[in-house]
Structure formats: C-alpha cells, structure tokens
C-alpha cells in the first residue's frame, strides 16, 4: 500500500480550500483517507498554512510520500518563510476610472 500525503480539494465552484490528507494512493483525490494533517486556504491575504508537522513526520517516518504542492507547504510551514503575493492587475475599467480622477485632480 503506497500511503501519499496530498492535498484533498474542498469549497465551491472558483473558491478552493484544500485539506492535507494522508491517503492510500489508490484512492480518488477527495475520496477516503486515513487522517487530516492540515489545512490550506490560498484566498485568504496571506495563504493560510495550518500543518500538524508532528504527525506529517509520523507519517513520512512509517513511509508516506508527500506530493510536490505538499512538500512546498510543508517547508512553508517549518521555516515560516514569507510567501510573496502576486501584484494584482487593475481591470482596463479600473485603470481608466483611476486615470480619469487622477487627470481630474491635476486639473483642478
């Protein structure tokens, strides 16, 4: 039995929310696991991380794989490493209306 430490995706349509699940690998991505070791929420401002890294080190030490996106987490989680943003674009309505006030208050 090949036991994967992944991420279980929860939440609606276009607003994700991922649990760290410890999983037979032949099972369906959210489908039965044997335990929750954590949560991940990439919409909150910063990514919320909430890992029980005793219990993953349990788990890797029985020999449980963690995926890629885990592993990162996991990182994340032990050195409590900054995780950068990405600059959000302003849609071209935004921008025009920024443009707009901006050259209205220069005027004035």
């Known amino acids: 039995m090949a036991?994967?430490?992944?991420?279980?995706?929860?939440?609606?349509?276009?607003?994700?929310?991922?649990?760290?699940?410890?999983?037979?690998?032949?099972?369906?991505?959210?489908?039965?696991?044997?335990?929750?070791?954590?949560?991940?929420?990439p919409l909150t401002n910063p990514k919320t991380?909430?890992?029980?890294?005793?219990?993953?080190?349990?788990?890797?030490?029985?020999?449980?794989?963690p995926s890629n996106a885990v592993s990162h987490l996991?990182?994340?989680?032990?050195?409590g490493a900054p995780i950068v943003e990405k600059k959000t674009k302003p849609s071209k309505k935004a921008a025009a209306k920024a443009a707009a006030a901006k050259s209205e208050a220069h005027a004035e």
């Open 74 to 79: 996991i990182d994340i989680a032990r050195n």
């Open 49 to 65: 991380i909430d890992i029980d890294i005793e219990k993953v080190d349990e788990w890797m030490a029985k020999g449980a794989q």
């Open 3 to 41: 036991v994967k430490i992944r991420l279980a995706r929860h939440g609606a349509k276009k607003r994700p929310y991922y649990r760290v699940v410890v999983a037979d690998g032949r099972m369906p991505r959210d489908g039965r696991y044997i335990e929750e070791v954590g949560r991940y929420n």
